[in-house]
Nanobody, 116 residues
Framework: VQLQASGGGLVQAGGSLRLSCAAS????????MGWYRQAPGKQRELVAT???????IYADSAKGRFTISRDNAKNTVTLQMNSLKPEDTAVYYC???????????WGQGTQVTVSS
Protein backbone atom coordinates (compact mmCIF):
# COMPACT_ATOMS: atom_id res chain seq x y z
CA VAL A 1 0.00 0.00 0.00
CA GLN A 2 1.34 3.40 -1.00
CA LEU A 3 -0.01 6.61 0.47
CA GLN A 4 0.36 10.04 -1.11
CA ALA A 5 -0.54 13.00 1.07
CA SER A 6 -1.12 16.53 -0.12
CA GLY A 7 -2.60 19.81 0.98
CA GLY A 8 -0.23 21.07 3.64
CA GLY A 9 1.05 24.61 3.73
CA LEU A 10 1.33 27.85 5.64
CA VAL A 11 -1.77 29.46 7.09
CA GLN A 12 -2.53 32.12 9.66
CA ALA A 13 -4.13 31.24 12.96
CA GLY A 14 -7.85 30.87 12.55
CA GLY A 15 -7.51 29.73 8.98
CA SER A 16 -8.29 26.41 7.33
CA LEU A 17 -6.47 23.71 5.42
CA ARG A 18 -7.62 20.52 3.78
CA LEU A 19 -5.33 17.51 3.70
CA SER A 20 -5.90 14.66 1.29
CA CYS A 21 -4.38 11.22 1.10
CA ALA A 22 -4.68 8.85 -1.82
CA ALA A 23 -3.96 5.17 -1.29
CA SER A 24 -2.88 2.76 -3.99
CA UNK A 25 -1.97 -0.90 -4.09
CA UNK A 26 -3.72 -3.75 -2.33
CA UNK A 27 -6.35 -2.30 -0.05
CA UNK A 28 -7.54 -5.75 1.02
CA UNK A 29 -8.19 -5.77 4.78
CA UNK A 30 -7.31 -2.08 5.12
CA UNK A 31 -10.11 -1.02 7.41
CA UNK A 32 -8.77 2.09 9.16
CA MET A 33 -7.31 5.20 7.59
CA GLY A 34 -6.38 8.41 9.27
CA TRP A 35 -3.94 11.08 10.21
CA TYR A 36 -1.21 11.45 12.80
CA ARG A 37 1.09 14.41 13.32
CA GLN A 38 4.52 15.06 14.72
CA ALA A 39 5.72 18.42 15.92
CA PRO A 40 9.44 19.18 16.36
CA GLY A 41 10.79 17.51 19.46
CA LYS A 42 7.56 15.65 20.13
CA GLN A 43 6.28 12.15 19.56
CA ARG A 44 3.94 11.32 16.74
CA GLU A 45 0.35 11.62 17.92
CA LEU A 46 -3.09 10.69 16.71
CA VAL A 47 -5.17 13.37 15.03
CA ALA A 48 -8.12 11.38 13.68
CA THR A 49 -8.98 8.01 12.20
CA UNK A 50 -11.94 6.66 10.29
CA UNK A 51 -13.02 3.08 9.80
CA UNK A 52 -14.38 1.52 6.65
CA UNK A 53 -17.92 1.93 7.96
CA UNK A 54 -17.40 5.58 8.85
CA UNK A 55 -16.74 5.33 12.56
CA UNK A 56 -14.38 8.08 13.65
CA ILE A 57 -11.92 8.75 16.46
CA TYR A 58 -10.57 12.23 17.16
CA ALA A 59 -7.88 13.48 19.44
CA ASP A 60 -9.24 15.91 22.01
CA SER A 61 -7.23 18.67 20.34
CA ALA A 62 -9.01 18.01 17.05
CA LYS A 63 -12.60 17.67 18.25
CA GLY A 64 -14.86 20.43 17.02
CA ARG A 65 -12.27 21.82 14.63
CA PHE A 66 -11.21 18.96 12.36
CA THR A 67 -13.35 16.64 10.28
CA ILE A 68 -12.13 13.40 8.77
CA SER A 69 -13.86 11.77 5.84
CA ARG A 70 -13.24 8.88 3.54
CA ASP A 71 -14.15 7.76 0.05
CA ASN A 72 -13.83 3.99 -0.05
CA ALA A 73 -14.42 3.83 -3.80
CA LYS A 74 -11.51 6.16 -4.47
CA ASN A 75 -9.35 4.98 -1.54
CA THR A 76 -8.92 8.50 -0.26
CA VAL A 77 -9.07 10.06 3.18
CA THR A 78 -9.44 13.77 3.81
CA LEU A 79 -8.87 15.92 6.87
CA GLN A 80 -10.60 19.28 6.92
CA MET A 81 -8.92 21.49 9.49
CA ASN A 82 -10.63 24.68 10.62
CA SER A 83 -9.81 27.26 13.29
CA LEU A 84 -6.17 26.32 13.10
CA LYS A 85 -3.86 27.24 15.95
CA PRO A 86 -0.07 27.65 16.07
CA GLU A 87 0.09 24.47 18.16
CA ASP A 88 -1.31 22.56 15.18
CA THR A 89 2.01 23.14 13.42
CA ALA A 90 3.47 19.74 12.61
CA VAL A 91 4.19 17.26 9.89
CA TYR A 92 0.96 15.39 9.21
CA TYR A 93 1.15 11.75 8.21
CA CYS A 94 -1.50 9.67 6.52
CA UNK A 95 -1.88 6.11 7.83
CA UNK A 96 -3.66 3.01 6.56
CA UNK A 97 -4.05 0.14 9.00
CA UNK A 98 -4.45 -3.53 8.17
CA UNK A 99 -6.49 -4.69 11.14
CA UNK A 100 -5.76 -8.41 10.85
CA UNK A 101 -2.04 -7.93 11.28
CA UNK A 102 -2.03 -4.58 13.04
CA UNK A 103 0.39 -3.31 10.42
CA UNK A 104 0.41 0.39 9.58
CA UNK A 105 1.35 1.88 6.24
CA TRP A 106 2.55 5.48 6.35
CA GLY A 107 2.62 8.27 3.84
CA GLN A 108 5.53 10.65 3.41
CA GLY A 109 4.11 13.45 5.53
CA THR A 110 2.99 16.94 4.66
CA GLN A 111 4.01 20.06 6.56
CA VAL A 112 1.37 22.24 8.17
CA THR A 113 2.55 25.55 9.59
CA VAL A 114 0.20 27.88 11.43
CA SER A 115 1.48 31.36 12.10
CA SER A 116 0.25 33.50 14.97
Amino acid sequence: VQLQASGGGLVQAGGSLRLSCAASGSMFSINVMGWYRQAPGKQRELVATIGSTGNTIYADSAKGRFTISRDNAKNTVTLQMNSLKPEDTAVYYCVARRAASGYDYWGQGTQVTVSS
